[in-house]
């Protein structure tokens, strides 16, 4: 099982180290005993290579105003109507704008986050002449704001869901989660990225649709939500916050490779693999989970379910601001344990897994759900054991299920592909969906064998005339 951190970006192969200068922007690693600080500052430069426009700490588009700290969720608080697309590697004849809207977290505190927005060419249109909107929740991307998708030149997810709905003629509608881009609130409290708290990003799917819909008000009311991995548990949760907080317009949600429950996820992954294993290959998503749960509850020790190398390395990742590259050198590479073997029993880890989970529950509006089954990260087990309680829960709740033969965590993205915008479209066209479950399996119509199983490349921008010609 590959870890859920390094699940939604092909990264290098690094490892190892850092001490650096506290939350710089251009912090670098230095010598840590037993870790490769080369490594590392590999693995730094290539996430920084990355970013569209410097640092997010030196971006004034990521501040919050000043005044802006008792303002409704949903509230559109700056717009940056033409972003400036030579920065991104991005697909021709697409543009992209930015808002920064304020959202709820999983405590309800009201929080300012960024989002983007992806803008075809030539949209499709609605009936009364607006733009059809897709709200599109990334999967794991890190825990800090370097993390955000909005300042990273392939937003992050590129061919796997957002370049394809805007080149099909949806307006894409990507909040970065809060914690990722905005640091600060406007009193200038620091903003903790609550990791796989599906309720969370949710809410920041919801609102940011609401401000993009006030930025742009060619957008249309009725939208659908996408989300794979982290954003496929969004997803999910949408669903289940639409059946008690409904939202006029929206019309359902694609849940991809959906992170429901992590402590399952990871008792799951124990029993197939071993513990040991299992810990090694999920460390920073462990640590990323701990740092959260101190948003919840502020006498939590990260201590208690990290052990003092753990510790250490969540305190390097942080003094860089790295991400999954960066996460993946420090935390999954050598022979260190970083989470204590009791982590799983943990009354705090137990207590937030219980706020944050996902499935089992109520949702509203259908609801598609993608499975791969060659899945390491996400096992098809636990998708469909969700899936099928809660469709027992809620029998009249329209879920459709449908399993990938030898897909892959991102890879079911692409081998669902036509499947979803097919399903996306008959949303937008009014059809109708009977309630009750209905399951599918598909199969590859050549052997397994013969198709390329992952993604082996990543886009960078053009640095030779030779490469434009």
């Not at 006030?214 to 639409?242: D, M, N, T």
């Not at 208690?304 to 991400?323: F, N, W, Y």
Request: hydrophobic content about 40%; charged content about 15%.
């Amino acid at each position: 099982m590959r870890s859920l951190f390094i699940s939604c970006l092909l990264l290098p192969a690094l490892f190892h180290t850092v001490a650096a200068q506290s939350d710089a922007p251009n912090a670098t690693v230095g010598p840590i005993p037993g870790l490769n600080a080369t490594d590392v500052q590999a693995a730094l430069t290539f996430e920084r290579a990355n970013w569209a426009n410097g640092s997010v700490e030196d971006e004034s588009f990521y501040r919050a105003p000043l005044n802006s700290s008792i303002l409704p969720a949903g509230t559109l608080l700056k717009v940056e109507l033409y972003t400036n697309t030579s920065l991104y590697t991005l697909p021709p004849q697409t543009a992209l704008s930015r808002i920064l809207y304020q959202t709820r977290n999983l405590n309800g505190s009201l929080i300012p986050a960024s989002a983007y927005i992806l803008w075809p060419y030539s949209p499709r249109t609605q009936p009364d002449g607006s733009y059809p909107v897709v709200a599109w929740g990334h999967g794991t991307t890190g825990i800090f704001p370097e993390c955000a998708p909005s300042h990273i030149k392939s937003l992050s997810y590129q061919f796997t869901a957002p370049f394809p709905l805007a080149i099909q003629g949806y307006v894409v509608v990507a909040p970065d989660y809060a914690g990722l881009g905005v640091s600060k609130t406007a009193s200038g409290e620091p903003i903790i990225h609550q990791l796989y708290a599906n309720e969370a990003a949710a809410n920041d799917l919801f609102y940011a649709v609401e401000a993009a819909q006030s930025a742009f008000p060619k957008l249309s009311k009725e939208f659908v939500v996408v989300g794979h991995s982290q954003g496929g548990g969004a997803a999910w949760a949408a669903a289940e916050r639409q059946a008690h907080t409904p939202v006029q317009g929206y019309l359902g949600a694609v849940s991809a490779a959906p992170l429901l429950n992590f402590i399952a996820t990871l008792q799951l992954g124990a029993a197939l693999l071993g513990r040991d294993a299992v810990f090694a290959s999920v460390a920073p998503s462990i640590a990323g989970v701990a740092r959260a749960i101190t948003s919840v509850f502020p006498d939590f020790d990260v201590g208690s379910v990290l052990t003092p190398a753990g510790l250490q390395r969540l305190r390097i990742l942080e003094q860089i601001q790295g991400c999954n590259a960066a996460a993946s050198e420090l935390f999954t590479t050598g022979m260190v344990s970083i989470a204590r073997p009791d982590v799983l029993e943990n009354g705090y880890a137990n207590a937030y897994q219980n706020l944050t989970s996902t499935g089992g529950k109520e949702i509203a509006g259908p609801l598609l759900v993608l499975q791969g089954t060659a899945d390491t990260l996400i096992p098809v087990n636990i998708t469909t054991q969700y899936v099928h309680l809660t469709s027992g829960r809620c029998p009249e709740s329209a879920i459709e299920y449908v399993i990938y033969e030898g897909a892959e965590h991102i890879p079911s993205m692409y081998t669902s592909q036509r499947e979803w915008l097919g399903w996306i479209e008959d949303r937008f066209a009014g059809k109708k969906v009977a309630g009750g479950l209905r399951t599918a399996e598909r199969r590859s119509v050549l052997p397994q064998t013969n198709y390329q199983a992952d993604l082996n490349w990543f886009l960078e921008s053009v640095t030779e005339r030779f490469q434009a010609s």
